[in-house]
């Protein structure tokens, strides 16, 4: 049995009693960081940074030098899949991913192969070791992936998109190759976090970032089902430890009930999504994860602290809630800013 010196995350995600909320936040390892763009430098980009284990676990490692969080996730990207399926990744400054080589046919979709996670993405792996090394229990390791469909709207745009136009077209017009597509990224997901936790990844996350810009009919088909297959896939307990999932589906407040039902331990919130009402609605199944606006972290000392306090009450008592954001850390978000909202949250009295 692996001790931990703070469990305080995972003994949430499983809904049982802790001293206090454990805290961590969504991109904590970023560009809001200096330590963080001095270390891109070094490593030239954003791909070769996540690529040299050495420099990703230092990545990973920076915001825990600054901040009392009770949880480290690998630096990587979910776009790894993508990349070891050799659609061609490049990071530009600004305007986010890109790929040179967009999947826009059948043939292409048909010909794609599962990706080896040791040989491909062993970079993956090995970030996961080091991190476990470095951080010699103090906190526990996420791990994570891309949705099926989130990775698979990245894949057939070819970049970010508003209104993910190509593969909504896909979706009406060819159903069968897009769920053929969804249902190799699935077998390519359930390998890649098996071999994560087997790295030593003690929770994983599951990032369902553009779930929001399917329907309420097609949510269930298109990402949830898929998300459900790799629920399904992974392996729940390693060296005697559970090893809890988190569903993250940004804009998916609508469909919590779906979620709650399909078999992770925890379901991650959005900003537009009450914690109070999500909790009467789906609270007694899974643990609650989120969510405080990053906009919040703007505003002064005393807002912050209104917006903790308020987080806190909207929750309420009992175990199950980890704080985090609603999505990620803004890139321009001052360091004291998040080091403010970490001391004003922990010093909140216990025992609520
Ligand atoms: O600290 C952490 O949270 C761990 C590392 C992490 C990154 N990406 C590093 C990163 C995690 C968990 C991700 C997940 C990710 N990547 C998601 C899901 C979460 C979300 O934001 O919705 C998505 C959609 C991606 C794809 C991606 N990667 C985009 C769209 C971009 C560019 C836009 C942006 O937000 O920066 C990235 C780049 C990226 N991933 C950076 C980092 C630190 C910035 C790269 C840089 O240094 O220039």
């Excluded at 891309?146 to 709207?153: E, Q």
């Excluded at 729940?236 to 430890?241: G, K, N, P």
């Excluded at 703007?298 to 909207?314: F, N, T």
Aim: glycine content about 8%; charged content about 20%; hydrophobic content about 45%.
């Amino acid at each position: 049995m692996v001790s931990l010196k703070n469990s305080r995350y995972l003994q949430a995600l499983l809904r049982q009693p802790v001293d206090r909320p454990p805290v961590w936040l969504m991109r904590q390892a970023g560009r809001y960081l200096p330590e963080y763009r001095a270390l891109r430098a070094q490593a030239g980009d954003f791909m070769s940074l996540c690529r040299d284990p050495d420099l990703a676990c230092e990545a990973a490692l920076q915001p825990l030098r600054r901040f009392a969080l009770d949880a480290a996730i690998i630096f990587s990207d979910i776009l790894t899949i993508p990349d070891a399926m050799g659609l061609g990744l490049h990071f530009t400054a600004g305007a986010g991913p890109h790929f040179e080589r967009p999947l826009r046919t059948i043939e292409a979709i048909r010909q794609l192969a599962i990706p080896d996670p040791e040989s491909t993405l062993g970079y993956v792996m090995e970030t996961v070791r080091r991190l476990r090394r470095a951080l010699q229990g103090s906190v526990p390791v996420i791990g994570f992936a891309g949705s099926p469909w989130t990775l698979a709207a990245y894949m057939v745009e070819g970049r970010a998109s508003r209104t993910f136009e190509r593969i909504q077209r896909m979706l009406l017009e060819e159903p069968t190759a897009l769920h053929l597509l969804l249902d190799k990224l699935a077998d390519s997901v359930i390998l890649y976090l098996n071999a994560q936790i087997t790295a030593g990844a003690q929770a994983v996350m599951i990032f369902d970032s553009w779930g929001g810009v399917l329907s309420d009919q097609t949510y269930p088909s298109f990402s949830l089902n898929y998300i459900h297959k790799i629920v399904t896939g992974l392996v729940r307990e390693q060296a005697q430890q559970r090893i809890p999932i988190t569903l993250f589906t940004r804009g998916g407040g609508a469909w919590l009930e779906a979620q709650a039902a399909i078999g992770c331990e925890a379901l991650g919130l959005d900003e537009w999504t009450s914690i109070a009402e999500a909790r009467r609605r789906v609270g007694a199944r899974v643990a609650l994860q989120g969510n405080l606006s990053p906009a919040r972290l703007y505003a002064p000392r005393e807002e912050l602290q209104q917006a903790v306090v308020q987080l806190l009450a909207d929750y309420g008592s009992g175990p199950g809630h980890i704080v985090n954001l609603g999505h990620g850390i803004p890139p321009d978000v001052l360091p004291d800013q998040v080091q403010a909202f970490i001391e004003v949250l922990q010093q909140q009295p216990a025992g609520r």
